[in-house]
């Protein structure tokens, strides 16, 4: 029988790998098997090299920051000299401003777009021709439940998640005929730095209430999600965003 988790011989590529999701899943495709390359803003890999060594897997880390084109060229290309190939590239890497559609500034919407859309589409599009001749290859984007019901405070961050969507399904449209898979999740609530606020004690109880699992996401439980888009079991799947959150936007 087909061990459809098995990524041996792949190479993944996680942008914003070094915490919370990001490093989840780059753990989560190691621990299968797979070669990962992480692409970070900060200087400093800390452990996580370490910890894909200790698994028996080989890492690669790239400090790069994503708002910035001139640092964005070339990477996978880096990616590709090194390892050899490219087979899963995971568009994960986010922040956000605290702002509404009245006080996000000029620059605050131009970083939100650089980082967190262009930086989706220019390392897809540098992704694509190594995917097209190895005959295949899987994108999974991170989009957002702020791209369905945005929380009012956080503006450009839910505007470019809701164009991360269409994104997915654009480029899906063109790259399936390719054996390309593009596939979005939208999480809820998950731990990480930015939602830190959230998992205190006096705020996480009202916060969960409104989820129908009464309890927030942890970084596992995308890294769950992306297992299954990033392997064979999602053949089938082109241009979807799989919502993440605890039945938060069903309810």
């Known amino acids: 029988m087909k061990d459809y988790l098995d ?7 996680i942008t914003g790998g070094r915490r919370g999701i990001g490093r989840a899943m780059a753990l989560a495709l190691a621990e299968r098997g797979a070669k990962v390359a992480v692409i970070s803003h900060s200087p400093e890999a800390g452990d996580l090299l370490a910890a894909l060594n200790a698994l028996g897997r080989e890492g690669l880390y790239l400090q790069a920051d994503l708002c910035r ?17 490219v087979d899963i590239l995971v568009n994960n890497a986010g922040f956000q401003f605290t702002e509404t559609a009245e006080t996000c500034t000029q620059e605050q919407w131009d970083q939100s777009r650089a980082g967190l859309l262009d930086a989706v589409f220019e390392l897809s599009q540098q992704a ?6 190895q005959g295949g290859g899987k994108i999974v984007n991170l989009a957002s439940i702020c791209a369905f019901r945005e929380g009012g405070w956080n503006f450009s961050y839910g505007v470019m998640k809701g164009a991360i969507v269409s994104m997915t399904r654009c480029m899906a449209n063109s790259l399936a005929q390719h054996n390309i898979n593009v596939n979005a999740i939208a999480p809820g609530i998950v731990r990480t730095d930015l939602t830190a606020a959230c998992f205190e004690p006096d705020r996480m109880g009202p916060i969960a209430e409104k989820y129908p699992t009464r309890q927030l996401g942890e ?14 079991l999602s053949r089938f799947v082109h241009g979807q965003t799989l919502t993440v959150d605890g039945g938060f936007t069903g309810n």
Do not use: C, N, T, Y
């Not at 990524?7 to 590529?13: H, N």
């Not at 084109?69 to 190939?85: C, D, M, Q, Y």
């Not at 694509?128 to 001749?133: A, L, S």
């Open 7 to 13: 990524f041996s011989g792949q190479v993944a590529v």
């Open 219 to 232: 970084p596992e439980d995308i890294a769950g999600a992306l297992l299954f888009l990033a392997s064979d």
């Open 69 to 85: 084109r001139e640092e964005r060229a070339g990477l996978i290309e880096k990616i590709v000299a090194h390892f050899g190939r």
């Open 128 to 133: 694509i021709p190594f995917m097209k001749r």
